[in-house]
């Protein structure tokens, strides 16, 4: 299993960009798909991207399909999120995961970073 900490989120301006980053410690990053999720206040969390285990396949939610972009570095065990475009409704906390069934139509999220927190204003 592995520990997974994010980094690089805060306030931005609609139009502006982010990138976000999420370190993975401990055996077999290489071995899950990795995906970014994201929970805006009162709604539920949703999956945004998401990355196979050796970054191959990606897949995006169509509200960010253009502006964001999912990446691996198995090498440093690193997932990272750019977000580029960023809007008002992309507000959320954004959280990456591990999953180890490497599955995106399926997954099993065994791994959970603690979130960090993006603010997009109008």
């Known amino acids: 299993q592995v520990r997974l900490v994010e980094s690089g989120g805060g306030l931005v301006k609609a139009g502006g960009s982010l990138r976000l980053s999420c370190a993975a410690s401990?055996?077999?990053?290489?071995?899950?798909?990795m995906a970014w999720l994201r929970q805006a206040q009162g709604e539920e969390r949703e999956p945004v991207a998401y990355?196979?285990?050796?970054?191959?396949?990606?897949y995006y939610t169509d509200s960010v399909k253009g502006r964001f972009t999912i990446s691996r570095d198995n090498a440093k065990n690193t997932v990272n999120l750019q977000m580029n475009s960023l809007k008002p409704e992309d507000t959320a906390v954004y959280y990456c995961?591990?999953?180890?069934?490497?599955?995106?139509?399926?997954?099993?999220?065994?791994?959970w970073g603690q979130g960090t927190q993006v603010t997009v204003s109008s």
């Open positions: 995961a591990a999953d180890s069934r490497g599955n995106r139509r399926s997954p099993r999220y065994e791994s």
């Open positions: 401990g055996r077999g990053f290489s071995l899950y798909g």
């Open positions: 990355i196979s285990h050796n970054g191959a396949e990606t």
